[in-house]
């Protein structure tokens, strides 16, 4: 078969949930609701683009259960149905042309800028690296009444989304968020239900799940990001990970997307833990993580799909044809070029490749934060109806969101956060 013909063929989840292809977008933060969590005609425009640009399958960026706990400024939030109509008219425009669109939803957990929130709250009081103490606050530990409430947040946001239409959900489990953090044994230093050992550190997550698919039925598609690994010195391992899967494919997840890294080592962008390139050898094969994916196969019979460092057709359609996955996801392609899925389905080659971003100042290159702010101001481009620009200068675009990130600017809003 041709790279784009096996590209092109349908998929359907154990559930009987049938999508249209291969290719899944990514999770990207958008940075496009009103100050109130609503989403806006942009958001909406955005999404539509992407339906209208051939994806099978589009992960939303972070959808947050709290408006006092975000992660960047312009975050959607869902705490209940007050924004309902917004919603709507979002999941009308990105499920056209028989486009799967799955919510990811999350909580930052420790992993917002300063400013941003009154505080932030982690499973333990584990503050960040030396050289990050400027952006990120030293987080508050979570109390055992704050834990079943946020996993009944998380319930209630998944229930939202089913109602609004959208197609499905995904936990976002991945890139040191407040789930990722649970499941982390550096994060996560509690010795009560939650944390002490493996097991308990995937309470948090599986407790999520269960809460969620009480909420939406059977038939409504879960999802989960996870981490391979953490990249982090007592960070969670390729094997808890293995065990995660293990369980979260016991408990009837639907599919799961595999990435890797966090703030502190943002392996999802081809930098490790000592901030050097991933191997030849990995870019070669072009994902990031499929060699751990190929170990998740071996576990696990639920689909699978791995994002980070695909480049070509033909690299995707390997992928696929290993056996080790089930689709291939795409995130910073479709911020250059959201239609490039229509593209790789065509037989052709994307218009613009991916490339490393610099902004000439080692602390701020080394974060995951850069990165974010410059595909950000992609995504707002095309929510207002302009091309993308793909050779605009990384500097200039953090300088510009930096006051955001900060939260300069922005009106506080209650910040306790409640455990119901």
């Given at each position: 078969m041709t790279p784009q013909a096996v590209l092109a063929?349908?998929?359907?989840?154990?559930?009987?949930?049938?999508?249209?292809?291969?290719?899944?977008?990514s999770a990207m933060s958008e940075a496009l609701c009103k100050r109130d969590g609503?989403?806006?005609?942009?958001?909406?425009?955005?999404?539509?683009?992407?339906?209208?640009?051939?994806?099978?399958?589009?992960?939303?960026?972070?959808?947050?259960?709290?408006?006092?706990?975000?992660?960047?400024?312009?975050?959607?939030?869902?705490?209940?149905?007050?924004h309902l109509a917004a919603l709507?008219?979002?999941?009308?425009?990105?499920?056209?042309?028989?486009?799967?669109?799955?919510?990811?939803?999350?909580?930052?957990?420790?992993?917002?800028?300063?400013?941003?929130?009154?505080?932030?709250?982690?499973?333990?009081?584990v503050p960040f690296r030396s050289d990050m103490k400027a952006f990120f606050a030293t987080p508050r530990e979570l109390t055992d009444a704050e834990v079943h409430g946020l996993i009944k947040r998380?319930?209630?946001?998944?229930?939202?989304?089913?109602?609004?239409?959208f197609s499905g959900v995904q936990i976002h489990g991945a890139h040191g968020y407040l789930v990722s953090q649970f499941l982390s044994p550096h994060h996560n230093r509690r010795t009560d239900a939650w944390g002490g050992t493996a097991e308990k550190r995937r309470a948090f997550v599986l407790a999520v799940y269960r809460a969620m698919r009480e909420q939406v039925g059977p038939d409504f598609p879960i999802g989960i990001k996870l981490n391979s690994a953490d990249f982090q010195r007592g960070g969670f391992t390729e094997e808890e990970s293995l065990d995660t899967i293990r369980a979260l494919s016991d408990a009837g997840m639907d599919l799961i997307e595999v990435?890797?890294?966090?703030?502190?080592?943002?392996?999802?962008?081809?930098?490790?833990?000592?901030?050097?390139?991933?191997?030849?050898?990995?870019?070669?094969?072009?994902?990031?993580?499929?060699?751990?994916?190929?170990?998740?196969?071996?576990?696990?019979?639920t689909p699978l799909a791995v994002t980070g460092g695909f480049r070509s057709a033909q690299g995707m359609a390997e992928a696929i044809q290993s056996g080790a996955v089930d689709f291939v996801g795409l995130a910073r392609a479709l911020a250059i070029e959201p239609a490039v899925p229509l593209r790789l389905l065509a037989g052709q080659a994307p218009l613009h490749q991916v490339k490393p971003l610099k902004t000439g100042i080692p602390p701020i290159d080394k974060m995951g934060l850069m990165e974010v702010s410059w595909y950000t101001g992609q995504l707002k481009r095309i929510g207002r109806g302009q091309a993308p620009k793909p050779n605009e200068s990384p500097l200039w675009v953090f300088l510009k969101i930096l006051p955001q990130q900060l939260g300069i600017g922005r009106k506080k809003s209650p910040t306790k956060l409640r455990a119901s």
């Open positions: 063929q349908p998929f359907t989840l154990p559930n009987g949930t049938v999508i249209k292809n291969r290719l899944l977008k609503a989403a806006t005609p942009e958001l909406i425009k955005l999404y539509g683009a992407w339906a209208d640009g051939g994806i099978g399958l589009c992960i939303t960026g972070n959808v947050m259960i709290d408006q006092c706990a975000i992660g960047e400024p312009g975050n959607v939030v869902i705490e209940d149905d007050e709507q008219a979002w999941a009308q425009a990105a499920t056209r042309n028989n486009t799967q669109c799955w919510v990811q939803i999350n909580h930052p957990g420790k992993q917002a800028p300063k400013g941003l929130n009154k505080e932030t709250v982690s499973p333990s009081a998380y319930a209630t946001a998944a229930a939202i989304v089913k109602k609004a239409g990435s890797g890294g966090t703030y502190e080592a943002p392996a999802m962008t081809g930098i490790k833990a000592d901030k050097s390139p991933v191997k030849d050898s990995t870019r070669q094969r072009e994902a990031y993580f499929l060699a751990f994916a190929e170990k998740a196969r071996q576990a696990v019979k």
